[in-house]
């Protein structure tokens, strides 16, 4: 009987499901959103209940329409938005607060506090990160002070998670308490090099031990899928985060190889093999996967404005009514006619890092149009990606031999050969470009043997588009120059704003 595995997609905006069939080929997804909250300028909440019906009905809906019997099925994987903060009652299950998400920016003074503790360099050494509140630890710190629950905590009542843990309670039968250790290591909780909680970060946050997840592999049988839900009781087999299911789905087993998702922003993480990198460069080091008890590292740098850049041509400038035309539009074009844009609308991130800098669009002249704008947009998603690369590359020492893409921009022929062109490297589309999904569903593969190792992985990952530089590299030199030229006179420009 032909096996299969359903991924659990828990993201920011919506949750999804998917069947995979033994060939890693999608049989039928399905999706729904739910609301986001925002009670306050730069709070952003979920509502638990929406989190997990949404994800619930995700799930019964696909395996309806697939027609899939429910004894073909041989695993679940679940992955998530990372950093996302829930507390629950360990007794009844309820949430005892709304989910507070990685974007929320609550918790900065907690995070001014530790830098000013003269915390910042060991959470770098430790844990890899960059003190922000982005990751979840400010955020449990916060609810526990919030809600006056430190008794509590200390007494074990209640349970933190990130949103794997809060969905693995409640799906697996018994209600484990567990988070895998590629969400562990984006809570600024985790010590990356000797895989536990760290004690020093937890008394800095005032966090006790007792309400922490136990932390399992990112591939491996947790438990039994609650058979109320399904009408079978279906190993749930996989937890990780997003982007590093997406590494996974990627195929990026050896160390160097990197992976970009081109989304809302972009995601560029590279395997560094089983030891964290360093970064000179204001990158972050985390853990991409752990199977077996090893753990496997990656390095990961984001580009805040992405596909956000095309969302404003669209929406605040007018110059275009759909996305899918600037491929058209930037083909129509024999060159970017010396027309920069640098879509910096909330700061540079790395290798930059200047919260000051802010969008500009420079090197504009009597003969600049339409074309050379949209053109000039999807260039920086080009160029910024570059940055990161090149960053990584300096970091570890290795020139890439090729970078993997997926997400909604991926499918932007003209994007993807400029990418190649700066990069100077190939660059590879799967046939499956929901790689976030597919990693989930490999990693349970993996675990109940419907893929026996990473070799027969390999072996089912499929190419769709390969793209190798059409630049030379003279002409490389000149439009990067162009580029960091352009990133130059960005910077620094709201710093009168400090006050």
Request: proline share 4%.
């Amino acid at each position: 009987m032909q096996q299969y595995v359903i991924a659990l997609d828990q993201g920011t905006t919506s949750s999804r499901a998917v069947i995979f069939d033994e060939q890693a080929r999608i049989v039928a997804m399905k999706s729904y959103e739910f609301e986001q909250i925002y009670p306050q300028p730069g709070w952003v909440e979920h509502d638990p209940a929406a989190i997990l019906n949404t994800q619930v009905d995700a799930l019964r809906e696909v395996v309806r329409i697939s027609g899939v019997p429910l004894e073909a099925i041989a695993a679940i994987g679940i992955t998530n938005q990372r950093e996302t903060t829930l507390l629950w009652d360990r007794k009844t299950g309820r949430p005892l607060y709304n989910a507070i998400v990685w974007q929320c920016r609550r918790t900065a003074p907690i995070i001014r506090r530790l830098c000013d503790e003269g915390m910042e360099p060991y959470i770098r050494e430790t844990t890899g990160l960059v003190p922000d509140a982005y990751f979840s630890g400010s955020k449990l710190s916060w609810l526990l002070d919030h809600l006056d629950l430190h008794e509590r905590a200390e007494r074990g009542e209640i349970c933190f998670g990130t949103v794997d843990s809060y969905l693995a309670w409640n799906l697996i039968s018994g209600r484990p308490h567990v988070t895998d250790a590629t969400n562990a290591s984006r809570t600024m909780l985790f010590d990356i090099h000797k895989n536990t909680w760290d004690d020093a970060l937890l008394r800095a946050l005032n966090i006790p031990r007792a309400v922490l997840p136990d932390v399992v592999d990112s591939s491996g049988v947790i438990g039994m899928l609650d058979p109320a839900i399904l009408g079978r009781a279906i190993p749930v087999a996989a937890l990780a985060g997003d982007q590093h299911s997406a590494l996974f789905g990627q195929g990026c087993f050896e160390s160097g190889m990197m992976k970009n998702t081109y989304g809302t922003g972009c995601f560029l993480l590279m395997n560094t093999g089983d030891a964290p990198a360093k970064s000179q460069n204001g990158l972050v080091s985390t853990i991409a996967w752990r199977i077996g008890g090893k753990c496997t590292y990656a390095l990961e740098g984001s580009v805040f404005v992405a596909g956000a850049a095309i969302q404003w041509l669209r929406d605040e400038m007018k110059l275009i009514e759909r996305a899918s035309e600037t491929e058209t539009i930037a083909r129509s074009l024999a060159d970017n006619g010396g027309v920069y844009m640098v879509p910096t609308f909330t700061g540079l991130g790395a290798p930059y890092w200047d919260m000051y800098s802010r969008g500009t669009i420079i090197g504009l002249t009597r003969g600049t149009g339409r074309a050379h704008i949209v053109r000039a947009a999807l260039e920086s998603i080009a160029y910024q990606s570059a940055d990161l690369v090149f960053a990584m590359a300096s970091d570890c020492g290795q020139k890439p031999r090729e970078l993997r893409v997926d997400g909604g921009a991926s499918a932007n022929q003209f994007l993807m050969q400029f990418q190649a062109d700066v990069l100077g490297c190939r660059v590879i589309r799967p046939s499956v470009i929901e790689t976030t999904a597919l990693g989930a569903a490999l990693l349970a593969g993996l675990a109940v043997g419907v893929w026996r190792d990473m070799d027969a992985i390999r072996r089912v990952w499929q190419m769709d588009l390969s793209l190798t530089p059409q630049m030379d590299e003279a002409q490389r030199e000149a439009v990067l120059g162009g580029w960091h030229k352009a990133v130059q006179r960005s910077m620094r420009w709201a710093e009168e704003d400090r006050a």
